[in-house]
């Protein structure tokens, strides 16, 4: 990168691992894992020595609000949004991240998206001054996990569960929207999704295609494309009400900002030859059994990568992006090779015309359990940008380097002088080895998001 380049440069934002998501009936919070409620002021202090520009930041509606028309305890939250203002960074304010809204308004009933929006009301008016919010982070990924594989409350695996779901969890972004810019008409949606994509084997192409179509429902059902022209519009007149369709027909809230999450494991590439996956990889469709597997761990035959995903989002919305996900489960120099060539294939869209405004260092307290898919309480930790084991956020070198970046935007950090492991013929685990020897192939720790 030369001095040229300066102005393609994106921002970095910011943001913390906040998951609070619902298991049979018990509540996981990564915040709680985490300690940063009780180093509210400590933490955000550290954040803003990065030189970050702005942060996504939990504003918890299960967490605040547990129980119905309770008196909410907003000093925590004063605290926080106060010194990130005080410290210029803007917030990002998100209320429900993989979770599932209390229990007198969870999201497999009507009543999400009604609560949903009381609750967005409230937080705007106190905090008239917040620009942008998430109200649902992930709403297609949540929606999943939770309706079609099972793992999180209400734990269902079927088709109509899984549409009713995510489309009250539209309905409720449609509602907490408006609400919010009845007090603030300025507010803007940063509205968040994993970018996913999924290849396979010439037999397994029309699941692939299938599961390309829906990577884009946050997006399409937003902008008001989820009609009788949709690729999956007959999927859901077949599992969705009538009246949540034509709501959101009727009612389109383009996000200002695709936030755009990519990890190691959004990519996936699908196999009907079991044999040579280990049995974990398996799944079915009701019509074939196959491998579901990172596609990084194959040698494909066609484009890949975040520069492709970013292109192809920019191409189907020609809205404003930002990388509101970045980050890898890993030794430090990967960790910092992930975020920087990441940066650098930003960088280069930027320089295509491509409106990519920021990339975000995600999970800066690390995070809990997701080797679990957040089943489980607790779980195995994995820092970030800090790593809170002592009980302290203490900066990593993915801390060090993005300071830098913050204060000199071309600065090359000498672990960028080589691969990645996401680049190196290693890792193709899936190819030449008997089933055996697959069990116990050893993977890297990296976010388990799309199974």
Not at 282 to 301: P, Q, S
């Amino acid at each position: 990168m030369d001095k040229r380049s300066i102005n393609y440069t994106p921002e970095v934002w910011g943001g913390i691992e906040c998951s609070y998501n619902r298991v049979q009936s018990r509540y996981f919070d990564q915040l709680a894992y985490s300690g940063h409620y009780d180093r509210i002021e400590d933490d955000i202090e550290k954040f803003s020595q990065l030189g970050i520009k702005a942060m996504r930041y939990p504003v918890i509606w299960e967490r605040l609000c547990p129980t119905q028309n309770a008196t909410i305890d907003w000093s925590a939250t004063d605290r926080a949004l106060k010194l990130l203002r005080e410290k210029n960074i803007e917030p990002i304010v998100g209320f429900v991240h993989h979770g599932s809204g209390p229990k007198y308004a969870n999201f497999a009933t009507a009543k999400f998206a009604s609560g949903l929006e009381q609750f967005a009301r409230q937080v705007s008016q106190r905090y008239p001054w917040v620009k942008y919010y998430t109200p649902v982070n992930e709403p297609l990924t949540t929606a999943r996990f939770a309706g079609l594989y099972g793992l999180w409350h209400p734990h269902k695996r079927n088709d109509k569960a899984f549409v009713s779901i995510l489309l009250n969890e539209m309905k409720a972004i449609v509602l907490a929207m408006r609400a919010i810019r009845e007090i603030n008409p300025e507010a803007r949606l940063v509205q968040t999704e994993d970018l996913a994509k999924i290849y396979s084997t010439p037999f397994m192409a029309y699941q692939a295609k299938f599961e390309n179509s829906r990577r884009w429902l946050t997006y399409d059902i937003l902008c008001g494309r989820l009609n009788d022209r949709h690729p999956l519009w007959r999927y859901f007149s077949k599992y969705a009400a009538q009246d949540d369709l034509a709501f959101l027909q009727q009612n389109p809230c383009p996000p200002d900002i695709l936030g755009l999450d990519y990890y190691a494991t959004s990519e996936r590439y699908l196999d009907e030859n079991l044999a040579r996956y280990p049995a974990h990889t398996h799944g079915h469709n009701h019509r074939h059994k196959y491998a579901d597997v990172e596609a990084v761990r194959i040698r494909l035959n066609e484009p890949s990568g975040i520069k492709v995903l970013l292109e192809e989002a920019w191409e189907r919305y020609k809205l404003p992006m930002v990388l509101t996900e970045v980050h890898i489960n890993c030794d430090y120099d990967n960790q910092v090779r992930w975020f920087g060539q990441i940066r650098n294939a930003c960088s280069e869209l930027l320089q295509q015309g491509v409106n990519i405004k920021a990339l975000t260092t995600w999970a800066m307290l690390g995070s809990y359990g997701w080797n679990r898919l957040l089943t489980e309480a607790g779980g195995l930790y994995e820092s970030g940008a800090f790593d809170v084991s002592s009980g302290v956020a203490v900066g990593t070198p993915l801390a060090d380097y993005i300071q830098r970046l913050t204060v000199d935007p071309l600065f090359i950090h000498p672990a960028m002088q080589e691969d990645g492991w996401w680049q190196q013929d290693e890792r193709f685990i899936f190819e030449y080895r008997e089933p055996e020897i697959l069990e116990e192939a050893a993977i890297p720790g990296m976010k388990e998001d799309c199974i």
